[in-house]
């Protein structure tokens, strides 16, 4: 069946190393993917998103990264920082379908 | 601006009560979705709407039901509740233009049924 799903439900870093949370997908039809960012008693928070035909996509300290190949999906944080302390959630979409599938989260923590 | 607003931050209900979570957004995003996150889980979608007069179920509709009466606001009612329906719940939303992917969210309501 369609899941989203996470390697590690919890990652501790330093502070100023790079940090890289995993993320498995199963549905073959999915084509934008997307990470979220939830501190604690908030929402949830968009960071960056990719779409199917892409493997690679850069943001301000964050990167993307998409195999399609072995459905997985990944999240790196250069230089973690403890502002990056939170759960973090893949999130994925198909094409027709009106919402998205959540995995069940990653908890980073970062060591000063 | 204040982006999704939604109250009350905690409640506290008896089995079988009813209550509702109101959601309101400032943005006029045509799409509207109730989450629930339960523990060790993700986000499961209740249910969603694309634009007023517009909803649908999602993933977990039992037991809650979605009215979307003008675009701003997304009420998520709760007919009789039950313990399982302890959770936090998310109210989210998104223009069409920006994709229903990139949703604004709530802070959440805690909710605990005895």
């Known amino acids: 069946g369609e899941s989203v799903g996470l390697h590690l439900p919890t990652l501790s870093v330093q502070e100023g190393d790079n940090s890289i949370i995993n993320c498995a997908y199963s549905?073959?039809?999915?084509?934008?993917f997307i990470w979220y960012k939830q501190e604690s008693g908030k929402g949830p928070q968009f960071i960056i998103d990719?779409?199917?035909?892409?493997d690679k996509r850069q943001g301000q300290r964050v990167t993307v990264l998409l195999n399609k190949t072995v459905k997985h999906l990944s999240l790196q944080i250069a230089a973690t920082q403890p502002g990056d302390s939170a759960v973090y959630f893949c999130?994925?979409?198909?094409?027709?379908?009106?919402?998205?599938?959540f995995g069940s989260g990653t908890r980073l923590q970062v060591q000063p | 601006n204040a982006g999704v607003t939604q109250t009350p931050k905690f409640q506290v209900l008896k089995t079988g009560q009813s209550m509702t979570l109101q959601c309101a957004q400032d943005?006029?995003?045509?799409?509207m979705s109730w989450y629930r996150q339960d523990p060790g889980m993700g986000l499961r979608l209740i249910h969603y709407?694309?634009?007023?007069?517009?909803?649908d179920q999602g993933e977990v509709p039992n037991g809650y039901n979605v009215s979307r009466s003008t675009t701003e606001d997304f009420p998520l009612r709760l007919l009789s509740a039950a313990p399982s329906q302890t959770s936090v719940y998310f109210c989210?939303?998104?223009?069409?233009?920006?994709?229903?992917?990139?949703?604004?969210f709530g802070s959440g309501t805690q909710l605990s049924v005895l």
């Open positions: 989210a939303s998104s223009s069409r233009s920006g994709g229903i992917e990139k949703l604004f």
């Open positions: 549905n073959s039809a999915s084509d934008y």
């Open positions: 990719i779409r199917s035909n892409m």
């Open positions: 999130a994925e979409n198909g094409t027709g379908r009106r919402a998205l599938t």
């Open positions: 943005m006029n995003h045509e799409y």
């Open positions: 709407s694309v634009g007023a007069g517009i909803t």
